[in-house]
T-cell receptor, first 113, second 116 residues
């Protein structure tokens, strides 16, 4: 039981390049989330999904796209990376709302030059 | 809208002493949940404790307890008998009925340093 995994762990991009971050969970959770963490700002929600085939915008969605084609996977895409997207990205999942806690992946450190 | 405020950017405590990390929240939700997470220097987010807005008693999990004062909208984390391994960032978060309990809102965190 691996929990929530993220690929890759580290990545350096040049401005304008694209990339996809992969999140996978093996807990059969319905809800999945992508956050970014910047110094002094806590975690901010980028996009989330409440089930396979569904996605919704969070607090800071601009410049990102997501897809949830399979229940266990949630992909975060950057079509044209900008230095402002330099951050640590966390994926999380949970069974449903209410009291259920979110389980987090180990994070991806992305640097955009 | 929901908002979490953590006013202590940094806290220091000596090993074996207790420490309280402050968290206040603002919400119009009739029902909500409050969470605390720990983030050590290795970076992972670790769930510590949960308090529901209708729970009659304060939540406890081992050395962690949540001092929930609903009227004051505060949900402070109390760590008893601090250990060196408690040095980390601590985040308070909440989730509410108005968003279908789907989204967590985080505070900016408090960095705790435990000294020998």
């Amino acid at each position: 039981n691996a929990g929530v995994t993220q690929t890759p762990k580290f990545r350096v991009l040049k401005t304008g390049q694209s990339m996809t971050l992969l999140c996978a969970q093996d807990m059969n959770h319905e809800y999945m989330y992508w956050y970014r963490q910047d110094p002094g700002m806590g975690l901010r929600l980028i996009h989330y999904s409440v089930g396979e085939g569904t996605t919704a915008k969070g607090e800071v969605p601009d410049g990102y796209n997501v897809s949830r084609l399979k229940k266990q996977n949630f992909l975060l895409g950057l079509e044209s990376a900008a230095p402002s997207q330099t951050s640590v990205y966390f994926c999380a999942s949970q069974t449903s709302g209410g009291t259920d806690t979110q389980y987090f992946g180990p994070g991806t450190r992305l640097t955009v030059l | 809208a929901q908002k979490i405020t953590q006013t202590q950017p940094g806290m220091f405590v000596q090993e074996k002493e207790a420490v309280t990390l402050d968290c206040t929240y603002d919400t119009s939700d009739p029902s909500y949940g409050l969470f605390w997470y720990k983030q050590p220097s290795s970076g992972e987010m670790i769930f510590l404790i949960y308090q529901g807005s209708y729970d009659q008693q304060n939540a406890t999990e081992g050395r962690y307890s949540l001092n929930f004062q609903k009227a004051r909208k505060s949900a402070n984390l109390v760590i008893s008998a601090s250990q060196l391994g408690d040095s980390a960032m601590y985040f308070c978060a909440m989730r509410g009925w108005n968003t279908g309990f789907q989204k967590l809102v985080f505070g900016t965190g408090t960095r705790l340093l435990v000294s020998p």
